[in-house]
């Protein structure tokens, strides 16, 4: 018999035995596949772009997430510097390019930081719309093909003197309260970065950009809420 004949005999009982498993062939190739990485967008400014790092491309925090995390996961970097929460902001964040690709790279996941810059006087005049605008965004988001998981971050502190208009008082008595609020009434995943970054200054050189080290301790942060969602997830399916 030769190779051709055995190969085709081969086919043969493998299919024979994979239709009496009630699985068809192309079935069982399907799931023979590697599952395709959880694609992560992470929205936000300056600090999310990696403004306070030396090479952003390697020691920001979504960069840093991404190593964390592993080749399960794809991470994207969208941060844009200056950007606002708010639509009547000084830049408004969806008015943005950047906001038009993180929607069409189509996330599975995704953690927003923003709030920093919309603590400056000119942007916080407006502070009535910000939960209103917040949740718009959150819920453009969710209505993606991906229908992805949605994480909003309560910002980093910032400290005295204020650089370029931003209100640490803002950000520790106003915004985290009302990003905790909102989490709730939104139903989506809050992320501390307040709490692990509060005795960080000396991390934080400028008074409001982490460098390298800084951007660690947001990856690792974010990197175990989303897998403590994602194991939760795993848990509510059995």
């Given at each position: 018999?030769?190779?051709?004949?055995?190969?085709?005999?081969?086919?043969?009982?493998?299919?024979?035995?994979?239709?009496?498993?009630?699985?068809?062939?192309?079935?069982?190739?399907?799931?023979?596949?590697?599952?395709?990485?959880?694609?992560?967008?992470?929205?936000?400014?300056?600090?999310?772009?990696?403004?306070?790092?030396?090479?952003?491309?390697?020691?920001?925090y979504?960069?840093?997430?991404?190593a964390?995390?592993?080749?399960?996961?794809?991470?994207?970097?969208?941060?844009?510097?200056?950007?606002?929460?708010?639509?009547?902001?000084?830049?408004p964040?969806?008015?943005?390019?950047?906001?038009?690709?993180?929607?069409?790279?189509?996330?599975?996941?995704?953690?927003?930081?923003?709030?920093?810059?919309?603590s400056?006087?000119?942007?916080?005049?407006?502070?009535?719309?910000?939960?209103?605008?917040?949740?718009?965004?959150?819920?453009?988001?969710?209505?993606?093909?991906?229908?992805?998981?949605?994480?909003?971050?309560?910002?980093?502190?910032?400290?005295?003197?204020?650089?370029?208009g931003?209100?640490p008082?803002?950000?520790?008595?106003?915004?985290?309260?009302?990003?905790?609020?909102?989490?709730?009434?939104?139903?989506?995943?809050?992320?501390?970065?307040?709490?692990?970054?509060?005795?960080?200054?000396?991390?934080?050189?400028?008074?409001?950009?982490?460098?390298?080290?800084?951007?660690?301790?947001?990856?690792?942060?974010?990197?175990?809420?989303?897998?403590?969602?994602?194991?939760?997830?795993g848990?509510?399916?059995?």
């Amino acid at each position: 018999m030769n190779l051709r004949r055995i190969l085709a005999l081969f086919t043969t009982v493998a299919a024979l035995a994979l239709t009496a498993s009630g699985q068809s062939p192309a079935a069982a190739a399907a799931s023979s596949q590697p599952a395709a990485p959880l694609r992560v967008a992470c929205l936000g400014d300056s600090i999310t772009e990696g403004a306070g790092t030396r090479d952003p491309a390697t020691e920001s925090y979504p960069a840093q997430l991404a190593a964390l995390l592993g080749s399960g996961y794809e991470v994207r970097n969208f941060g844009k510097g200056g950007a606002t929460l708010l639509d009547v902001g000084d830049l408004p964040y969806r008015s943005l390019p950047h906001f038009a690709k993180a929607c069409a790279f189509n996330p599975d996941i995704i953690v927003i930081g923003l709030g920093t810059n919309d603590s400056k006087p000119q942007n916080w005049q407006h502070r009535e719309k910000f939960a209103a605008n917040y949740a718009s965004l959150i819920r453009q988001l969710r209505a993606l093909p991906s229908n992805p998981r949605v994480f909003i971050c309560q910002p980093m502190p910032a400290w005295p003197p204020s650089a370029w208009g931003i209100s640490p008082d803002v950000i520790e008595k106003e915004l985290r309260p009302l990003l905790a609020d909102l989490a709730r009434n939104e139903g989506v995943g809050l992320i501390d970065l307040f709490t692990p970054m509060r005795d960080q200054h000396a991390r934080t050189p400028d008074h409001v950009h982490p460098n390298a080290e800084g951007a660690a301790i947001i990856a690792q942060t974010v990197a175990q809420a989303i897998r403590a969602a994602e194991q939760n997830a795993g848990r509510a399916g059995h």
